[in-house]
C-alpha cells in the first residue's frame, strides 16, 4: 500500500524543507509562497483518509404505460383510468411508505384518413375530421421498501400494461451510514500516519485539526500547485456488519381467487402466480478525512 506524508516545519520567518520534499513549481500566476497554517508553527505531519465500501441499493423504480383509444377524450381518459384502477388500489395495499406511484396522461388526436389519387394513405389534420382520441396514461413507481419490489412488479405486469421499463436501482444512504463511513476515514488516517511515522522512525503525537473537506491535507505550501482530485488508488475497503440481502422463499401457489373475487383480489392472484426475482446490486461509497497529526 503507498502511503504519502509530508512532515514541514517553520522556523524564524521561513519555512525550512528538506530538498526530497520540495515540490516542482508552475507556471501559475501567483506568489511564490503562501501563508503557512497555524497548525503548522510545529513539525506536522497531515495524512489523508481514504475508504470504500460496498452497500445493497435500497431503492428501485421502474414504469408502465397503458393505451386506450375511445370515440371522445373523456371516453378515452375513462378507459385508461379503468384499465389502472385494480393496479393502483392493489399497490396502495402495500403500504404507502413502501411504495409511491405517481400517474400522467397524454393525448392525441387521431384523425380520419383516406387515399390520394396516387394510393398513398394520407391523414387528415382538420379538426372536424378528429375520429378517435388516444390516451396514454404512465404510472410511475418508486420502491422505497425493496421487501415489496418483487411484489409490486408483479402486479404491474399482470396488469397488462402496453409498455413497461426495466428496473432501476439506485442507492440513499442515510445519516447514519455516511457517519460511520467518515468515521472509517478517520481511522484509516491515523493507521496510514502511524506507519509512516514508525517507518521515518519518528513519534506521532496529538491531533492538531480534523478536516472532513481534506483541504488541509492539499495545501501547497513550498509553491502554489494545480488543484487536486483528493482521489487515492489505495482506499481502504471496509465493511459493515449488515446482513446481506437474501430474496424471500418463493410462496406456494395460491389457490384461484372465487367467483366473485373483486378486480384487486384478482389482480392479486394472476401476480402471485409469476415469481420475478429482483436483487438489489451493491453500489460503492467513497468517503474521505484529513487528520494534522503533531510530530514528536
Known amino acids: 500500500m503507498r502511503t504519502s506524508f509530508a512532515i514541514l516545519a517553520v522556523a524564524g520567518l521561513g ?30 505531519i497531515t495524512q489523508t483518509g481514504f475508504v470504500r465500501t460496498e452497500i445493497e441499493a435500497n431503492r428501485a423504480s421502474f414504469s408502465a404505460s397503458f393505451l386506450a383509444v375511445g370515440k371522445t377524450a373523456d371516453e378515452a381518459q ?3 383510468v379503468g384499465q389502472t384502477k385494480a393496479l393502483t388500489d392493489a399497490l396502495k395495499k402495500l403500504g404507502k411508505d413502501a411504495v409511491r406511484v405517481n400517474t400522467s396522461f ?20 382538420r379538426g372536424d375530421k378528429i375520429e378517435s382520441y388516444q390516451v396514454t396514461m404512465t404510472l410511475s413507481i418508486k420502491v422505497t421498501d425493496l421487501s415489496v419490489l418483487e ?10 400494461p402496453t409498455s413497461s421499463q426495466q428496473i432501476y436501482f439506485t442507492l440513499e444512504p442515510d445519516n447514519a451510514t455516511k457517519t460511520w463511513l467518515y ?37 501547497d505550501i513550498l509553491a502554489r ?66 487528520v494534522v497529526y503533531g510530530l514528536n
Not at 24 to 43: H, I, R
Not at 194 to 204: F, I, M, N, Q, S
Open 225 to 290: 500547485g494545480y488543484p487536486s482530485d483528493g482521489q487515492d488508488a489505495d482506499a481502504y475497503t471496509v465493511v459493515r456488519g449488515n446482513a446481506a440481502y437474501a430474496p424471500p422463499p418463493p410462496a406456494p401457489p395460491p389457490p384461484p381467487p372465487p367467483a366473485s373475487a373483486s378486480p384487486v383480489e384478482m389482480l392479486e392472484a394472476k401476480a402471485a402466480q409469476n415469481a420475478f426475482i429482483q436483487a438489489p446490486p451493491l453500489s460503492q461509497l467513497t468517503a474521505q478525512a484529513c
Open 15 to 44: 519555512l525550512l524543507a528538506q530538498p526530497v520534499l520540495a515540490q516542482t513549481t508552475n507556471n501559475y500566476n501567483a506568489s511564490a509562497y503562501d501563508k503557512a497554517p497555524w497548525w503548522m508553527k510545529d513539525a506536522v
Open 183 to 219: 468515521n472509517e476515514a478517520v481511522k484509516d488516517a491515523a493507521r496510514r500516519a502511524k506507519l509512516a511515522t514508525d517507518a521515518a522512525g519518528a513519534t506521532l503525537g496529538k491531533v492538531k485539526v480534523i478536516d472532513p473537506t481534506g483541504r488541509a491535507c492539499q495545501t
Open 78 to 80: 375513462t378507459k385508461a
Open 106 to 125: 397524454s393525448m392525441r388526436a387521431l384523425y380520419e384518413q383516406y387515399r390520394d389519387k396516387d394510393g398513398n394513405r394520407i391523414e387528415n389534420q
Open 151 to 160: 411484489r409490486a412488479y408483479a402486479l404491474v405486469l399482470a396488469a397488462s
